[in-house]
């Protein structure tokens, strides 16, 4: 039974220290107020999963929230490094953090084998790839059919997956739409799924080539207009470019970086109040 919640009820009530979660979203719909609220609801030694770890991921890792992370690609997208999971990796601040490293499609079958409650991923990959050396998770088998040497990986099936969608009618059915990663995977392989959406509406209306995840993966669905803020909601708001330049200066510095997630996040009631923080402190400084 779907359930309609607060965001802060929902991370409460299935985000738990240690668990394994993955908070995907590909380009747009990342599922940033969620992020927020489990640093502000300080859960500790997470093992996160995502395909892309941007700007949600490195406060994340940087609050001290994250012990291991397996994924596939990590950077501040269009301008440089994550430098909070750099620090992290580097010089075990603010604590260590182990990481997993695969390939785009080796994650992508991983989140389908997890969602088909297979034990392992199946693909031709990682041929001339050192990824492997580095890797112990990432192993070959023979084809019984055929012979051919093929790249397999543990499957991915998170404790809590995480996303931020458009819609969801009042049953907890949830429309997604525009470009799209792995988000129905990823929830298809987890145990819980939280979704946060722009609004939540009697009927969907879906678009050609949209997604449809059935309420019945859903636990808790959050209305949490913005959300995906930086990142954009394709038919919602337009990515905020500024953001994301911004972010690599503020999160090169340990204090600067601990300075504005306590005013930003720490000391903010919700997203909603972070949006109105950050508007007050861009026109100060216009």
């Given at each position: 039974m779907t359930e309609f919640v607060t965001l802060r009820e929902a991370v409460a009530g299935l985000i738990h220290d240690g668990d394994c979660v993955a908070m995907e979203g590909f380009t747009h719909l990342i599922p940033s107020a969620a992020g927020h609220e489990v640093i502000r609801q300080g859960r500790k030694d997470l093992y996160l999963v995502r395909m892309t770890p941007d700007l949600i991921y490195d406060q994340l890792i940087g609050s001290g929230c994250v012990s291991r992370l397996r994924f596939s690609w990590g950077g501040n997208p269009g301008v440089g490094s994550l430098?909070?999971?750099?620090?992290?990796?580097?010089?075990?601040?603010?604590g260590p953090l182990a990481l997993e490293e695969h390939s785009h499609a080796d994650m992508a079958n991983a989140y389908v084998a997890g969602a088909a409650n297979l034990p392992f991923s199946v693909l031709r990959g990682y041929q001339g790839s050192d990824l492997p050396r580095h890797n112990t998770n990432i192993r070959f088998i023979r084809c019984p059919f055929t012979d051919e040497e093929l790249a397999v990986s543990p499957?991915?099936?998170?404790?809590?997956?995480?996303i931020h969608a458009q819609k969801a009618d009042r049953r907890g059915n949830v429309l997604l739409w525009g470009i799209l990663g792995v988000q129905k995977e990823a929830a298809m392989a987890a145990k819980r799924v939280i979704v946060t959406v722009e609004e939540i509406v009697d009927s969907l209306d879906a678009p050609p080539n949209a997604c449809i995840l059935p309420r019945v993966v859903v636990n808790a669905v959050c209305l949490q207009p913005g959300g995906a803020f930086p990142s954009y909601a394709h038919g919602y708001y337009a990515r905020d470019n500024r953001y994301?330049?911004?972010?690599?200066?503020?999160?090169?510095?340990?204090?600067?970086?601990?300075?504005?997630?306590?005013?930003?996040?720490?000391?903010?009631?919700?997203?909603?109040?972070f949006r109105r923080?950050?508007?007050?402190?861009?026109?100060?400084?216009a």
């Open positions: 430098h909070r999971l750099r620090d992290a990796v580097e010089r075990g601040w603010p499957a991915i099936r998170p404790d809590v997956t995480v994301y330049i911004a972010w690599d200066d503020i999160a090169r510095d340990r204090e600067t970086f601990k300075a504005l997630m306590q005013k930003h996040v720490h000391n903010t009631a919700d997203f909603n109040e923080v950050l508007a007050e402190s861009a026109g100060a400084a």
